[in-house]
């Protein structure tokens, strides 16, 4: 009788570990929707593409890839328990907005005034609401002219919650223009 518990014991631990091995391994993930946009506006102006970032690493990295434009799937996985972030490519006209060209040299925040008339919004909702918000991202000092009077700019931000696993959020990212319409007598 102890030999036959013996055995069945045997049988039933490699009958577990044969399990446990086959079982296939799956990351826990969540998933961020971002929705389509138009790109650009009748000035030139608008977000034109973004870049995910993701810190599982303790620094701050974009996620592989070309930039994130309009005609891109809008839907990314990425696994749990990391902090994410995007880089945000938007433009600018200067033209529009009655401004000067700044110096093509020279991309300090002083020296780029349209970045006074433009601001980046974020709102990542789950199921449950509102997970993040921000106003305002952060300039990191990259931009150029793309032509005619039209400039783009780097925008950052960063989510402050680590993401959960079977979650599914809604990113919305909005930019706003602002300027003084002239009316002429």
């Known amino acids: 009788m102890k030999r036959q518990a013996t055995i069945a014991i045997m ?19 969540s998933v961020f929707v971002i ?18 970032l993701e810190n599982s690493s303790g620094v701050w990295l974009t996620v592989g890839g070309p930039i994130i434009d309009a005609s891109n799937s809008s839907t990314y996985e990425f696994d749990v328990g990391i902090s994410i972030g995007l880089d945000v490519r938007v433009t600018v006209n200067y033209t529009f907005l009655g401004l000067d060209a700044p110096d093509p040299y020279n991309y ?26 921000q106003q305002n ?7 150029g002219e793309i032509g005619g009077g039209v400039w783009y700019y780097s925008e950052l931000v960063y989510f402050d919650f680590l993401n959960a696993m079977g ?6 990212v909005t930019y706003e223009v602002y300027y003084t319409e002239v009316v002429l007598p």
């Open 11 to 29: 049988v039933s631990v490699i009958i577990c570990t044969m399990l446990l091995v086959n079982i296939p391994e799956t990351r826990a993930q």
């Open 35 to 52: 929705a389509g946009w138009d790109y650009p506006d009748e000035y030139g102006q608008g977000i034109y593409g973004y870049f995910f």
């Open 108 to 133: 300090t925040a002083e020296e780029q005034p349209a970045l006074n008339y433009l601001r980046l919004n974020v709102t990542v909702t789950s199921i449950n609401g509102t997970v993040f918000a």
């Open 137 to 143: 991202f952060t300039y990191d000092e990259l931009g």
């Open 167 to 172: 979650e599914i959020y809604t990113v919305t």
